[in-house]
């Protein structure tokens, strides 16, 4: 009986880990999706249809901090957790606040950028930066959704910004609340892959150039996930989009 019941709490908690990696996961794929799209800005791709698309896509990575800060936070707070789930959950926290950190840094840079190139009445000439071609399957594709619905209004420039703005303060306010609620300190958190790992890795150059010619597009962004920094590949080819990349 003794050995069903410690056998119950083991599953337990390995569900808990399972649901707060898979969570925490779907905020790095979306933040890193955002971070792509902020690279687009004020070049001549840019357009209200890939501002809508930034806008959709930190709505979701807000939306999906909250739920991680929600559940890691109730679960570190819990006094009955083991030593070894408290150490993994310590580690899903510090890659939690690196990922936030990542979001605010790329909202203040969308901020800054969409001022300076606002798409109503340009001030400034887009930069044509050689790269072409629709965002909108990347976005779809980090949310999990079939295609992106586009809502935008005639004066996004001034009603997103100042969205943008109210958001910014408020992924602010978040971050300092998860520090005074949580305490773990970074460097007191072990690693569980070793220094550089991702250095070794055996994507090469040539695959992510595209070594197979039925990936016309593809977008390969570095990012942290819950078992480490790798890579994740959206693809802009249809064909490709609801079944995962075969790269990396």
Not at 87 to 94: F, P, Q, T
Not at 211 to 240: I, L, M, Q, Y
């Amino acid at each position: 009986m003794l050995e069903h019941l410690e056998r119950m709490v083991l599953l337990a908690g390995e569900r808990r880990q399972h649901e707060c990696k898979t969570m925490l996961d779907a905020l790095n794929r979306v933040t890193a999706c955002y971070r792509h799209l902020v690279i687009t800005l004020g070049s001549t791709s840019d357009s209200q249809n890939l501002r809508e698309e930034l806008r959709k896509t930190r709505k979701k990575a807000q939306e999906l901090a909250a739920a991680n800060r929600t559940k890691l936070t109730a679960l570190l707070k819990d006094k009955s957790i083991s030593k070894e789930d408290r150490s993994e959950y310590e580690r899903l926290w510090v890659l939690f606040t690196s990922s936030m950190e990542l979001l605010d840094v790329d909202m203040k840079r969308s901020l800054e950028i969409g001022q300076d190139f606002p798409l109503q009445v340009p001030t400034r000439h887009l930069i044509q930066t050689g790269m072409s071609g629709s965002t909108t399957t990347v976005a779809a594709r980090a949310m999990s959704v079939q295609n992106m619905k586009y809502e935008a209004d005639s004066n996004i420039d001034t009603a997103d910004l100042k969205e943008l703005e109210a958001e910014i303060a408020q992924v602010v306010q978040m971050m300092e609340e998860m520090e005074m609620k949580v305490q773990v300190a970074p460097w007191a958190v072990e690693a569980k892959q070793e220094a550089g790992a991702e250095l070794k890795s055996t994507v090469s150059v040539v695959r992510l150039q595209g070594d197979n010619p039925k990936h016309t597009s593809c977008c390969c962004c570095f990012g942290s996930f819950s078992g480490g920094w790798e890579w994740w590949c959206a693809c802009r080819d249809s064909s490709v989009l609801g079944r995962g990349c075969d790269r990396g």
